[in-house]
């Protein structure tokens, strides 16, 4: 199992770190894994010139996996938008053809009061938002501003999906579902927008092929009034690009803990970048007070997806709940009554935990 390794910027080093150390253990009771580190975004601005050079690009190409931290960070603000760090990412995402992303919401019991939402909607809450990546209005063509016959300006984009792109993402998303709790909802706006009346109706084809999940079918305005409402109905969501984008950032957020957040992007042959959701955090990088739980649970969710690893998976999963249970908490998910740590003893507790 080749890892490759991008820090990135900011407390991109610190949190992979804990991330590496828990891959660590798993390595010396016998699992088969090799890493290898790269630089990408302002890191590689750095070192090569470029967000995503060369060196990084032949690194992700021969991995099995890549685990990132994050990018991004003042020091980088200025530069022309090609070479800014964020360009790395969109860059990497497209050269690996990273068409799945899978951002889970989870709240553990103990940070309920972490959420914004009463503890009752939210505590336990565990969904799965599975998103399309690189297809939909986003990438449509055509696309473009311009000046319309009647000689007034105008802009325009296209949603657009292909049956085949559909498919891809539905085969992941009933595949996630059966190793689940077997409930998938699928978000259209099928009542007014043909491409996702045609999503619908893919959706429902495939079904056939999962008669083991229970597939239903919801619009995305409803599903955002209902994510808020009571979201613990959700199991598995799957949805096209821009609802996804939406979607996964207000799930994520009823959870109210970004330093907790793992996320996945796959290709067709479950190779994926592993990352928190979180950005680089300037303002506390090089401090050693960064969560690096979202990165240890992204280590997670590598080898469940990437390398068919579940109970070793879970075991990672545990070892996290074990720490909050044991009142361990960083600065941003600190409340009174428990232990504050730093990013490193936070790693060690989990590595203790294993
Ligand atoms: P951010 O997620 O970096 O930070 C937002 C707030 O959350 C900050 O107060 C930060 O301290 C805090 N935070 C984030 N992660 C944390 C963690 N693990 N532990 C504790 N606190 C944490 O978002 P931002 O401030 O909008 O962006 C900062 C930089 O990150 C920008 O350059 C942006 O472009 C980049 N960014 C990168 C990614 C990525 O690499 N995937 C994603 C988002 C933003």
């Known amino acids: 199992m080749k890892i490759a390794i991008l820090p990135g910027d900011g407390i991109g080093p610190e949190i992979i770190a804990q991330a590496q150390q828990v891959l660590e253990v798993l390595r010396q009771e016998g699992l088969a894994i090799e890493t290898e580190q790269a630089p990408l975004g302002g890191a590689a601005y750095d070192a090569f010139g470029q967000p995503y050079p060369e060196f990084t690009q032949k690194l992700c190409r021969e991995a099995d996996a890549v685990l990132l931290g994050a990018v991004g960070g003042p020091a980088y603000d200025q530069l022309e938008r090609p070479l800014r760090p964020e360009r790395?990412?969109?860059?990497?995402?497209?050269?690996?053809?990273?068409?799945?992303?899978?951002?889970?919401?989870?709240?553990?019991?103990?940070?309920?009061?972490?959420?914004?939402?009463?503890?009752?909607?939210?505590?336990?809450?565990?969904?799965?938002?599975?998103?399309?990546?690189?297809g939909d209005i986003y990438f449509g063509q055509p696309r473009g501003m311009g000046v319309n016959a009647q000689g007034e300006r105008e802009a325009y984009n296209t949603m657009r999906y292909s049956e085949s792109e559909v498919r891809r993402i539905a085969h992941v998303a009933f595949g996630i579902a059966l190793k689940r709790n077997k409930k998938l909802c699928s978000v259209d706006k099928a009542n007014v927008l043909e491409t996702t009346e045609f999503w619908k109706e893919i959706m429902n084809d495939v079904a056939k092929e999962y008669l083991q999940v229970e597939l239903s079918h919801m619009y995305v305005d409803n599903a955002a009034m209902q994510l808020v409402r009571y979201p613990k109905q959700f199991d598995v969501m799957v949805t096209g690009n821009i609802f996804g984008d939406i979607l996964s950032d207000q799930a994520s957020m009823l959870t109210g803990s970004i330093g907790m957040l793992p996320s996945a992007s796959l290709d067709q042959n479950n190779k994926g970048l592993y990352e928190p959701s979180h950005g680089s955090a300037p303002d506390i990088a090089g401090k050693d007070l960064a969560n690096p739980l979202a990165t240890i649970l992204s280590t997670a969710m590598m080898l469940r997806y990437s390398f068919g690893l579940e109970a070793e998976a879970l075991r990672v999963e545990k070892a996290v709940k074990t720490v909050l249970a044991q009142g361990y908490r960083t600065g941003d998910i600190y409340e009174a009554g428990c232990q504050k740590v730093s990013c490193s003893a936070m790693g060690a507790a989990v590595v203790a935990a294993l």
Do not use: C, H, Q
């Not at 860059?91 to 989870?106: E, G, T, V, Y």
């Not at 019991?109 to 809450?125: F, I, M, Q, R």
């Open 88 to 134: 790395g990412l969109l860059a990497i995402r497209k050269d690996l053809n990273l068409f799945a992303n899978l951002r889970p919401a989870i709240l553990y019991p103990e940070l309920a009061n972490a959420s914004t939402l009463k503890p009752e909607v939210v505590s336990g809450l565990d969904i799965m938002i599975v998103r399309e990546l690189t």
